[in-house]
């Protein structure tokens, strides 16, 4: 089978969560015999271009310029790599929807993950127009639809007005982590935090009002501000930050990991999160999670006593996390839990076999070959061809 995935980077320790997220999948898939090509957007690198050859991945750069209507980009590329189906990771992205128009125009099943990418925190106007024009049409249409939790599932069923076509729930997964000791609580109480300085989306002035009132808690929360995040991030600290809290510079590979295992609780409180894969990273290594009500794996996390999900306010949050800390026992119930939750589900070898099995239910459906005929045909007469040929 030739699988084209479109979106992910290769992830060289610097990528965006949907690249550390998708290279595990794809890997495995590659282990388990597929023909793999990725299409990334942008500029290549040389690190990019020699982790994809390590990978067994045929990497594709292509400048998005390149895919405007009207441009040979599309037709260049799919008929070029000839794929049997196009994995589009991420949503909001008018060159993917170029892309599947084109894999329409030549039968080519297509596939998509938004990868939490429904959200709509900011741009709320520009993304429902966009979407109402341009991303519903093409979601509606994919042979199938990837949903990180049960949680965005639903919210894709709404957002496409109840018409979300064939949706299977397919959690991030997660490589294997190297062999670490056991994870123990520090002798002294330490709550982490890693990622992007994102005041609003990632919740980082909850992340500083709840330092304030655990004062005998060291914090630590390790990330930077990007573009449009800056200017609120300044103001963050300029308010002031309390003496306990400290913020530093992003780490990466196994200067990430030990951070986090040296936590009593890693600690994510955004106000919007599809997945968070360093909520998983952290359970992987065994680090009890505390997690906001908005993100999306708190329901999960709720449901199999995997970590805390803590309340709204930050007043009774620090009341919890307070109680949780003083209970050893209980840390140590939900690292055990956590861990071996991360094992059993974010295999990335079992959730490549998902994705597999689901690529051939696609390409064995009697009825691409009809849709495939009727794309072709005038109007009208397409009308009532996709009608008698309904299952």
Same mark, same amino acid.
């Given at each position: 089978?030739?699988?084209?995935?479109?979106?992910?980077?290769?992830? $060289?320790?610097?990528?965006?969560?949907?690249?550390?997220?998708?290279?595990?999948?794809?890997?495995?898939?590659?282990?388990?015999?597929?023909?793999?090509?990725?299409?990334?957007?942008?500029?290549?690198?040389?690190? %990019?271009?020699?982790?994809?050859?390590?990978?067994? $991945? =045929?990497?594709?750069?292509?400048?998005?310029?390149?895919?405007?209507?009207?441009? =040979?980009?599309?037709?260049?590329?799919?008929?070029?790599?000839?794929?049997?189906?196009?994995? @589009?990771?991420?949503?909001? &992205?008018?060159?993917?929807?170029?892309?599947?128009?084109?894999?329409?125009?030549?039968?080519? #099943?297509?596939?998509?993950?938004?990868?939490?990418?429904? +959200?709509?925190?900011?741009?709320?106007?520009?993304?429902?127009?966009?979407?109402?024009?341009?991303?519903?049409?093409?979601?509606?249409?994919?042979?199938?639809?990837?949903?990180?939790?049960?949680?965005? !599932?639903?919210?894709?069923?709404?957002?496409?007005?109840?018409?979300?076509?064939?949706?299977?729930? &397919?959690? +991030? /997964?997660?490589?294997?982590?190297?062999?670490? #000791? /056991?994870?123990?609580?520090?002798?002294?109480?330490? @709550?982490?935090?890693?990622?992007?300085?994102?005041?609003?989306?990632?919740?980082?002035?909850?992340?500083?009002? &709840?330092?304030?009132? &655990?004062?005998?808690?060291?914090?630590?929360?390790?990330?930077?501000?990007?573009?449009?995040? !800056?200017?609120?991030?300044?103001? *963050?600290?300029?308010?002031?930050?309390?003496?306990?809290?400290?913020? +530093?510079?992003?780490?990466?590979?196994?200067?990430? !990991?030990?951070?986090?295992?040296?936590?009593?609780?890693?600690?994510?409180?955004?106000? +919007?999160?599809?997945?968070?894969? %360093?909520? $998983?990273?952290?359970?992987?290594?065994?680090? /009890?999670?505390?997690?906001?009500?908005?993100?999306?794996?708190?329901?999960?996390?709720?449901?199999?006593?995997?970590?805390?999900?803590?309340? /709204?306010?930050?007043?009774?949050?620090?009341?919890?996390?307070? !109680? #949780?800390?003083?209970?050893?026992?209980?840390?140590?119930?939900?690292?055990?839990?956590?861990?071996?939750? $991360?094992?059993?589900?974010?295999?990335?070898?079992?959730?490549?076999?998902?994705?597999?099995?689901?690529?051939?239910?696609?390409?064995?459906?009697?009825?691409?070959? *009809?849709?495939?005929?009727?794309?072709?045909?005038?109007? #009208?007469?397409?009308?009532?061809?996709? =009608? %008698?040929?309904?299952?």
């Amino acid at each position: 089978m030739r699988i084209l995935h479109v979106g992910p980077r290769p992830d $060289v320790g610097e990528g965006s969560g949907v690249d550390v997220a998708s290279w595990p999948l794809i890997s495995a898939q590659v282990d388990r015999g597929a023909q793999v090509a990725v299409l990334a957007m942008g500029k290549g690198d040389p690190r %990019s271009h020699a982790e994809a050859a390590r990978c067994g $991945v =045929r990497l594709q750069v292509a400048d998005p310029r390149r895919l405007l209507p009207g441009a =040979r980009g599309v037709a260049t590329l799919l008929d070029g790599l000839r794929p049997d189906v196009v994995h @589009l990771h991420s949503v909001f &992205l008018p060159a993917h929807a170029l892309l599947a128009g084109g894999c329409r125009a030549r039968g080519i #099943a297509y596939v998509v993950t938004p990868h939490g990418g429904l +959200n709509l925190f900011r741009g709320r106007r520009k993304k429902e127009a966009y979407g109402a024009l341009v991303e519903k049409p093409y979601l509606r249409r994919a042979a199938c639809v990837f949903a990180l939790t049960e949680r965005e !599932r639903d919210l894709l069923d709404r957002w496409l007005g109840g018409r979300l076509g064939r949706c299977v729930v &397919l959690p +991030n /997964p997660l490589p294997s982590a190297p062999a670490a #000791a /056991p994870w123990a609580p520090p002798a002294q109480a330490a @709550l982490i935090y890693v990622g992007r300085y994102d005041v609003q989306k990632k919740g980082l002035d909850r992340f500083v009002d &709840l330092a304030a009132r &655990l004062p005998e808690v060291s914090v630590h929360a390790f990330g930077s501000a990007t573009g449009s995040e !800056r200017a609120a991030f300044s103001a *963050l600290v300029r308010r002031g930050l309390p003496g306990n809290l400290t913020l +530093n510079a992003p780490v990466y590979g196994t200067r990430k !990991r030990a951070v986090v295992a040296a936590a009593s609780l890693y600690v994510h409180l955004a106000r +919007n999160e599809g997945f968070g894969m %360093s909520i $998983v990273e952290a359970m992987q290594l065994g680090v /009890p999670v505390a997690v906001a009500e908005e993100c999306d794996l708190a329901e999960q996390i709720k449901a199999q006593d995997l970590g805390l999900v803590l309340p /709204p306010s930050t007043e009774q949050a620090a009341d919890v996390i307070r !109680r #949780a800390l003083a209970d050893r026992s209980q840390l140590a119930h939900w690292s055990r839990r956590g861990q071996k939750w $991360v094992r059993q589900e974010l295999d990335a070898d079992r959730l490549a076999g998902v994705t597999l099995a689901a690529y051939d239910s696609v390409l064995a459906a009697p009825s691409r070959c *009809l849709r495939r005929a009727a794309d072709l045909l005038p109007d #009208a007469t397409a009308h009532r061809f996709r =009608r %008698s040929s309904e299952c």
